[in-house]
C-alpha cells in the first residue's frame, strides 16, 4: 500500500459470470423455474480503493440483485481482514439487476465463488494506486419513471464522481449513482445480464478511455423508461403471462425490444453524463470518511386475519403465500408482535459529497427527502447497500400497500428475517438519521 499526506486511489474489476449459469437460479421474478440459460452479458464486481495517510477503505460495485446482509457481511469481514481495517470502511454496493444467480441457492455456491474473485479484484487494486483528485457533478436522470402511478416524484439526479491522476490529470474513473431499477429485462428473460448498467459502463469507457463504476439510487418505486411492449403485462399477471406460448418469430421480436431498449436507456445516461463531466474540476482531498451507524427499527406481525387478507390479495398477482401465512400464525401463537431489524447505515464522503446506503429497497421520495432535510444536493442516497432486506416504503406508499409494500414478503420473507415491510414511520426517522450525521461528517452540526 502507499503512505502519504496525499490521497491514493486504485481500482480493480473482475468477471464474476458464472461458469456453469445453468447450474444457477435466476433471482427477481416470482416464477415457477428461475434456472439460468445461457449469458447475454458477463457480470461484473468493480472495487474502488481509497488510501489517505489516515484512512484505507474500499466501495465494491457489484452486478447482483443484492447478496443476503449475513453474506454480505462475510464478504466485508474477510475484505477487512486482507486489508488491515475494519467492516464498516467496506461498502458493498449491488446494481439490483434482476438477470443475476441467487447467491443463497445452492449451498451459497455462487456466493462463494463470487467472494473468491472478489477478494483477488481487491489484492489487484491495491497494487494499482495512484495519488488522486476528485470532485462530484450531478447529470439529469432522465430513464427513471415512477412505477408506483399516482407519485410524479424521482430524484432528478445522476450522481457524477470524477477522479483524477493528481500528477497527470488524466481521469482515471467515473463514479456514477443512477435511480432506475436494472429489471430492463423482464421476467421472460432467462439469459445472465448486467442489465441496461453494463452496457452504460462500456459507453462511457469508450467516451473517456477510463473505468466506470455505477451505485444503485433509492429505485424501489424506479423503473426504467425504456423497456419491451408487454414488460407491464409481464408484471401484473405473471401467471397468465408464463402460460402464453409464442412462435419463434414472436420471441426474436420482443428480445430486439429488450436489446433496444437496454441501448436505449444506456444512450441517454451515457449523453447526460458527457453534458457534465468536463464542467466537473477535480480537487486536492480534504475530506475523506467511510463510516456506519447501526439504528434498530421495528415492523409489526400482523394477526392472523389481516395475513389472511393479505394472502387473498396477493393472488391477484398470481403470490401464493401459504408458507408465509404459517409463518405468522406461528408468530401469534408465541406472542410476538413485532420483529426487529438492526439496520446499518453507511456513509462515503468524499470532500463536500458522498454516497449514503441501507439495506433496502427505498422507494425514490426518501432521498429527495434527504436532500431537502440537508438542503445538500450532493448526498447521495441509496439502497441495495451491504445487502437486502426488502421494500422501503414512504408513510404514503406504506398506506397504499400492494406488491412493493405487501405482496414480495409473501415470497422473500425468509431473506429478510422479518414478515412484514418496516413500520410506516420508518423512513421519516431514518431520514432524520441520515441527514444529522451526514452534517456532523461534514462538521455542520450546531
Not at 118 to 138: D, H, N, Q, R, Y
Not at 317 to 335: F, H, Q, S, Y
Request: charged share 25%.
Amino acid at each position: 500500500m502507499k503512505s502519504s499526506t496525499s490521497s491514493w486511489a486504485g481500482f480493480a474489476e473482475i468477471d464474476i459470470t458464472p461458469e456453469k449459469p445453468d447450474e444457477n437460479q435466476l433471482i427477481g421474478f416470482n416464477r415457477p423455474d428461475s434456472r439460468a440459460r445461457g449469458i447475454l452479458h458477463p457480470l461484473k464486481a468493480q472495487v474502488l480503493m481509497f488510501q489517505s495517510d489516515v484512512k484505507i477503505c474500499c466501495l465494491i460495485a457489484v452486478d447482483s440483485i443484492g447478496f443476503s446482509t449475513e453474506l454480505t457481511d462475510q464478504l466485508r469481514d474477510g475484505i477487512a481482514e486482507q486489508i488491515n481495517t475494519s467492516r464498516e470502511n467496506i461498502m458493498v454496493c449491488f446494481s439490483h439487476t434482476h438477470s443475476a444467480p441467487n447467491a443463497a441457492s445452492n449451498g451459497a455456491a455462487y456466493f462463494k465463488f463470487a467472494q473468491h474473485k472478489i477478494e483477488k479484484a481487491v489484492k489487484e487494486a491495491s497494487l494499482t494506486m495512484f495519488p488522486m483528485k476528485a470532485a462530484w457533478g450531478i447529470a439529469e436522470n432522465t430513464i427513471g419513471v415512477n412505477r408506483r402511478g399516482e407519485s410524479v416524484s424521482i430524484d432528478k439526479r445522476i450522481g457524477v464522481l470524477k477522479i483524477t491522476d493528481a500528477v497527470t490529470n488524466k481521469i482515471k474513473l467515473l463514479l456514477l449513482r443512477v435511480t432506475a431499477h436494472a429489471n430492463v429485462l423482464t421476467s421472460d428473460n432467462y439469459l445472465i445480464s448486467s442489465d441496461y448498467f453494463g452496457l452504460t459502463r462500456d459507453l462511457l469507457e469508450k467516451e473517456y478511455n477510463c473505468k466506470v463504476l455505477m451505485t444503485q439510487g433509492a429505485a424501489g418505486n424506479v423503473r426504467s423508461k425504456y423497456r419491451q411492449k408487454n414488460a407491464d403485462f409481464l408484471e401484473e399477471h405473471p401467471l397468465e403471462a408464463s402460460e402464453i406460448t409464442l412462435d419463434t418469430k414472436a420471441k426474436h421480436a420482443i428480445f430486439d425490444e429488450s436489446i433496444a431498449a437496454l441501448n436505449r436507456n444506456a444512450g441517454e445516461i451515457h449523453k447526460a453524463v458527457i453534458s457534465v463531466v468536463d464542467k466537473i474540476h477535480p480537487t486536492i482531498i480534504y475530506r475523506l470518511t467511510m463510516s456506519s451507524d447501526i439504528h434498530t427499527f421495528l415492523a409489526d406481525v400482523p394477526p392472523v386475519n389481516r395475513a389472511q387478507e393479505i394472502v387473498s390479495e396477493a393472488l391477484s398477482a398470481g403470490i401464493g403465500g401459504k408458507d408465509w401465512l404459517e409463518e405468522v400464525k406461528e408468530l401469534n401463537v408465541n406472542g410476538i408482535k413485532s420483529q426487529e431489524s438492526r439496520k446499518e447505515i453507511q456513509f462515503l464522503c468524499l470532500n463536500n459529497g458522498g454516497l449514503c446506503g441501507v439495506a433496502d429497497e427505498p422507494m425514490c421520495e426518501i432521498a429527495i427527502d434527504i436532500q431537502e432535510k440537508a438542503n445538500d444536493s450532493l448526498i447521495f442516497f441509496g439502497g441495495y447497500t451491504n445487502g437486502y432486506e426488502g421494500y422501503l416504503p414512504t408513510a404514503d406508499e406504506y398506506d397504499k400497500g400492494g406488491y412493493e409494500v405487501l405482496w414480495s414478503n409473501l415470497i422473500y420473507y425468509k431473506y429478510y428475517n422479518r414478515v412484514m415491510p418496516l413500520n410506516r414511520d420508518t423512513s421519516e426517522n431514518l431520514a432524520g438519521i441520515v441527514v444529522k450525521k451526514w452534517k456532523e461528517i461534514l462538521g455542520e452540526t450546531e
